[in-house]
């Protein structure tokens, strides 16, 4: 499963290229280090001489399975690797937990937000001091004992292990497209009553959201409105859509909103039925591509420069643009 990511050429894992001397980043294959997975590293700041002391953020792709022990050691491992280079946060995608083959199977593995999974991934933070965009576990809800569904739930631990915030997926992905498998989310999970406030982090105010939800500018504009630096969708794209929508989708998010977006995703074979896009990435305020993974398991880095999201918002005050008067307010402010 993790071998073949390492024999792409380099020239793939680079993502190179960037204006102003901000997050210039590149891959950097490690294969004579450790060949299990990718690491695609921000390369030296061309012109920028205190880059460093940008918050460095790190997206995490995994091929989640229904085994979730071994789910667990591959997401911990990645983890302790983005610590180790310095991140602040690391991001985890939709459905780190597991991947299962039928809606009974997702439900008999769900846990609680109490549950050991949890715990498991609050020692995780503490141990290695950075916090952790948890993208989407299943979650058995207070509703559990009547509903017997679950939630698609996205949780914020900080460094100490705290759950910070979260947020229960809004939009379920009940769609069927010719050559990919069909997604029933909502046979096993109810869809989210709210959307949550941006939150304070050491990289920036993140808004929460997952995957499917990227389809709705409405919600990327709430979230914007309501002060959010940082989107994040972690996801699980399928692989017919991928190649199609997902850097359109995410770019798209990043330029109407004038957020960073980071994005990090499921990859590969995940059991007999089901596989994944990958190409985790993070897209700047400017819209471009400033880190991304390959197809295989990894991760990819890249800083936040939030000077650079204001320059760019006062050349292209889009904001104070709009026309809610013709359109109506198109994500109404969050309470
Ligand atoms: O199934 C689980 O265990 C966790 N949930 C998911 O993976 C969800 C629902 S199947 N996947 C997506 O939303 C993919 C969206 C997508 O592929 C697109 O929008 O094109």
Not at 201 to 229: N, W
Request: net charge positive; glycine share 8%; hydrophobic share 35%.
């Amino acid at each position: 499963m993790l071998g073949f990511l390492t024999k792409q050429p380099l020239s793939l894992l680079c993502s190179g290229l960037r204006i102003r001397g901000l997050s210039v980043l590149c891959a950097q294959s490690r294969k004579s280090e450790n060949p299990a997975y990718a690491i695609h590293r921000p390369r030296a700041m061309a012109s920028s001489s205190s880059s460093w002391e940008l918050p460095l953020v790190a997206v995490c792709q995994v091929t989640s399975t229904p085994d979730k022990q071994q789910n667990f050691k591959m997401c911990a491992e990645l983890v302790r690797e983005a610590a180790r280079l310095g991140a602040c946060l690391a991001f985890l995608p939709e459905a780190f937990d597991f991947i299962a083959r039928d809606p009974a199977e997702t439900l008999r593995l769900s846990e609680p937000l109490g549950g050991n999974l949890l715990e498991d991934y609050t020692q995780l933070a503490r141990e290695c001091g950075l916090w952790l965009s948890l993208g989407g576990f299943h979650e058995r809800g207070q509703d559990w004992e009547q509903t017997q569904k679950i939630y698609n739930c996205h949780v914020l631990l900080n460094s100490k292990g705290s759950v910070v915030a979260t947020y229960r997926k809004t939009h379920l992905c009940d769609v069927e497209i010719p050559g990919q498998g069909p997604m029933r989310e909502s046979n096993s999970t109810i869809p989210g009553p709210s959307l949550e406030s941006p939150v304070s982090t050491p990289a920036g105010k993140i808004g929460l959201a997952i995957c499917y939800d990227m389809r709705f500018p409405e919600l990327s504009l709430a979230l914007a409105q309501a002060g959010a630096e940082i989107l994040t969708y972690p996801s699980a794209f399928g692989s017919i859509t991928g190649p199609a929508h997902w850097e359109v989708l995410l770019r798209a998010r990043a330029i109407e909103t004038q957020c960073y977006v980071v994005a990090a995703a499921q990859c590969g074979r995940h059991h007999e039925k089901r596989a994944s896009y990958g190409h985790s990435m993070v897209v700047d305020p400017w819209g471009t591509v400033v880190a991304r993974c390959s197809e295989g398991p990894g991760l990819c880095l890249a800083r936040i420069n939030l000077n650079y999201l204001r320059q760019v918002r006062q050349h292209m005050p889009v904001s104070q643009h709009r026309r809610p008067d013709l359109y109506g307010n198109l994500g109404n402010p969050l309470p």
